[in-house]
Each structure stands twice: as C-alpha cells, then as structure tokens.
C-alpha cells in the first residue's frame, strides 16, 4: 500500500518564476493539504483541498495555489517565486470518513531552493 | 492566538538513558495531538496520536501523554538507542474533525550517543 508520493523530490528555481509541486494521496484517502517548512521550523499550513475544494487557507498570499483532481490527487503552484519561498513543501493526506484516530500522513516532501 | 512550543530545541543523551520531549499549547480546545518524527532531510513519519478525551498512547518504547488542562503533552522514550536520533515534532489539531489543520511547534532535535 502506497503512502503519500510526493514529485520532484528537488527543484531549482529562481526569483520571478512559477513552479508546481504534485502530491498523490495514501490510497483510501480524499483529504489533502499542503505545508511549508523552512529550515529549522516546524511546518506551516498552507492549505486543504476536499472534494476539488479549496476548504481551509493558512496566512500565505495568493501566490500560493492548488488544485485537487477527481482521483484526490492534488498540485500546489507558486507564482512569482522570491528567495523567501525556499524551503520543503510538505504533503499531507487523511480521509474526511476517517473519524477518530486516523492520523494524517505525510509524504517525503519537495525541496525547492530559489535562486 | 494558537501557539504550540517544545522544549527543549535539543537535547543528546548516551544510549539506554529514559528521555521525555515536553510540546505545550497555548488553548486547551484541542480534538486531537499528534507526534511525528523527521529524519534529516525527508518528511513526517507519524509516531502517537492522542485524541482529546484520552490521556495516553503507547507503541513500543514510546508513550505520548496529554493533559489538556494544562496544555501540555509529553513523549516519553524508553531504552534510548542510537537510531532514535531525529527531530520530533508535536503538531496540534484545533479543529473539529481528523482532517483540520495542523498547528506544530518548532521540534526537538535529539541525539543519541553510542
């Protein structure tokens, strides 16, 4: 059983460009949301998608987007890159049916480093 | 505002010593606590997860407490080993189901030394 996936595992980019990070949920999962971590910070919620929704933001600007697809995958975009925007995008998946108990799970992550 | 801290940023203990992670919360509305482990370099691997009417979790060495009066959790390891060492991350959820929002605080780097 497949957990999250995450791709690419690296990117490069530099100031001004776009970029979009692709997630695959753990199978049986319809939840997904998305986090940033800085190095040497704990992750920051960016936000979730449930059935192709956008249901919950954190405080991140509208440079920050997504999309969630009908088999729950899901891509988070960035535009206009700064250096600030460094850092490991994190994944996180868990089912809405899941009730009590059901840990969210997280995937290896994409580090993005801006040049 | 709703803060998570874990205390201490570090900590390096010799092999087979007992440890505690301490992670406090600022508001005590919380549905569930969950502690997660993170290697260098990669993502979150879920260790406990405590609901908010329960007091404990165990598996294997480690047990996870919660004490929402006080707004404060702790991971307890037993037996220390050298591959224990990672950073430990206590994320809190404020919402009202299992799919809300994390809230983490900043992790616990532990070493553990041969």
């Known amino acids: 059983d497949a957990g999250v996936t995450q791709s690419p595992t690296h990117l490069i980019k530099t100031r001004g460009q776009q970029v979009t990070l692709r997630c695959s949920p753990k199978?049986?999962?319809?939840?997904v949301s998305w986090y940033q971590q800085a190095l040497g910070q704990g992750p920051q919620f960016i936000f979730q998608?449930?059935?192709?929704?956008?249901?919950q933001r954190g405080n991140f600007p509208d440079r920050f987007s997504g999309h969630q697809f009908p088999n729950y995958s899901s891509e988070l975009n960035v535009n206009a890159l700064l250096l600030g925007d460094s850092a490991l995008y994190l994944c996180?998946?868990?089912?809405?049916?899941?009730?009590?108990?059901?840990?969210?799970?997280f995937g290896d992550g994409t580090r993005l480093s801006i040049l | 505002k709703q803060e998570v801290t874990q205390i201490p940023a570090a900590l390096s203990v010799p092999e087979g010593e007992n440890l505690v992670l301490n992670c406090s919360f600022t508001?005590?509305?919380?549905?569930?606590l969950q502690w997660f482990r993170q290697d260098p370099g990669k993502g979150l691997t879920s260790l406990l997860l405590?609901?908010?009417?329960?007091r404990e979790q165990t598996s294997g060495r480690l047990n996870a407490s919660l004490d929402k009066s006080s707004g404060r959790s702790t991971l307890y390891i037993a037996a220390s080993q050298p591959g224990d060492s990672a950073t430990y991350l206590c994320?809190?959820?404020?919402?009202?189901?299992?799919?809300?929002?994390?809230?983490f605080g900043q992790g616990t780097t532990l070493q553990v030394k041969p």
């Open positions: 996180a998946s868990t089912s809405i049916r899941g009730g009590l108990g059901q840990p969210q799970h």
């Open positions: 199978s049986g999962h319809d939840t």
């Open positions: 998608y449930y059935e192709e929704e956008e249901r």
């Open positions: 508001d005590s509305a919380i549905y569930n």
């Open positions: 405590i609901q908010s009417s329960q």
């Open positions: 994320a809190v959820n404020y919402g009202s189901s299992n799919t809300g929002k994390l809230i």
